[in-house]
């Protein structure tokens, strides 16, 4: 890191023989990290000796159902305040050491990096650079950076990319991470009855891979009653996932109500306006959903799942289809480069 203060990366791991060896060659890679802490919470493969090899240090933490205890154990066994927390089954892709050492001068500053889920290419922001002489982490299940005593939380945003594989289908097994997370947070609910938050979280757990739709709609529905403050990251998120979750269990008069209440909130961020288009075609109002769906196209942002692409170009190729536009249809799938369904319409259309 050169010019930058030092900074300690800190990881809780178990089990992660399948990961750990790329996640810590990515830190020595991109962010060259001298201090790297290793918490393991009972690990039966080889996670121990690969994180040795790699130059970490490691400590065992005896696992308590509390992810803020062990994040914050590891916090305490590093040799610097500043601290990159990284998870066993992610990746460092890049990082600006400018933009970073800027942080870097302000202590009561959270680092968001942005974290690109591989399944389905969604990118979210992630709080994961922080000193540990302002802030500690408080949750048991989906643990959050929180200020010491008085603090204000200032949280800005960092060209750091994380990519995070834990959850292609060809890890999953390995993991079971969904259903302990489910557990620790019913447990969690049961000692904060109607927190928002776990709400949405239990309910994201319910959503993936549409493991449970109609548990997952009745989380994210009551986390929304407790009217939760819009401007929270996670309310957003919740908004989004209740809408495909109303929309992938034949809920669309109930989807257009609720796009329709956050609208004014939301309108901005494209991929908002990518699930109005959603729901607007889910709803029979074409014109509508094509006028988003060119929108979002038009949008001037950083989007690596798509919806600023081939994604709305492939949706409006659909609708052109439909309304039996074929030769336009043709023109948007064109635009979509190699994406596999726009390739596979463009070999029907064009050999009819």
Request: net charge negative; with cysteine; glycine share 6%.
């Amino acid at each position: 890191m050169g010019r930058m203060k030092p900074v300690s990366l800190c990881m809780i791991v178990k089990n992660e023989e399948a990961f750990l060896d790329t996640a810590l060659k990515s830190v020595k890679s991109v962010l060259a990290l001298s201090d790297m802490i290793v918490v393991d919470t009972g690990s039966t493969d080889k996670t121990k000796d690969i994180a040795l090899r790699n130059g970490a240090v490691v400590h065992d933490f005896e696992w308590c159902d509390d992810f803020s205890a062990a994040r914050n154990f590891a916090a305490d066994k590093a040799k610097n305040d500043w601290i990159f927390v990284l998870d066993a089954d992610e990746e460092v892709i890049k990082a600006d050491d400018d933009e970073l050492s800027e942080l870097l001068r302000d202590t009561q500053t959270v680092g968001s990096v942005t974290g690109v889920e591989m399944t389905d290419k969604a990118n979210n922001p992630e709080s994961r650079i922080y000193n540990r002489n302002c802030y500690r982490y408080e949750g048991s299940i989906h643990e959050q950076i929180t200020p010491l005593g008085d603090l204000e939380k200032r949280i800005k945003a960092v060209p750091v990319l994380i990519a995070h594989h834990g959850y292609l289908p060809e890890y999953k097994r390995v993991s079971g991470k969904l259903e302990r997370n489910e557990r620790l947070l019913i447990k969690a609910l049961a000692e904060n009855p109607g927190d928002p938050y776990l709400l949405h979280q239990l309910g994201k757990s319910y959503f993936c891979s549409n493991r449970d739709l109609q548990r997952a709609c009745s989380c994210f529905e009551e986390a929304l009653s407790l009217e939760p403050e819009a401007g929270l990251g996670y309310v957003y998120d919740t908004v989004e996932c209740y809408c495909y979750a109303l929309i992938n269990t034949g809920q669309y008069e109930k989807a257009l109500r609720l796009r329709g209440k956050y609208a004014d909130r939301y309108w901005a961020n494209p991929h908002f306006r990518f699930l109005s288009a959603h729901v607007y075609q889910n709803n029979g109002m074409l014109i509508e959903a094509v006028e988003c769906y060119e929108s979002c196209i038009a949008a001037d942002v950083v989007d690596y799942k798509g919806i600023t692409s081939h994604l709305s170009y492939y949706n409006i190729g659909v609708i052109l289809e439909c309304v039996g536009m074929t030769g336009d249809a043709v023109e948007m799938y064109k635009n979509c480069g190699e994406y596999d369904p726009a390739t596979k319409r463009l070999a029907v259309l064009l050999n009819n």
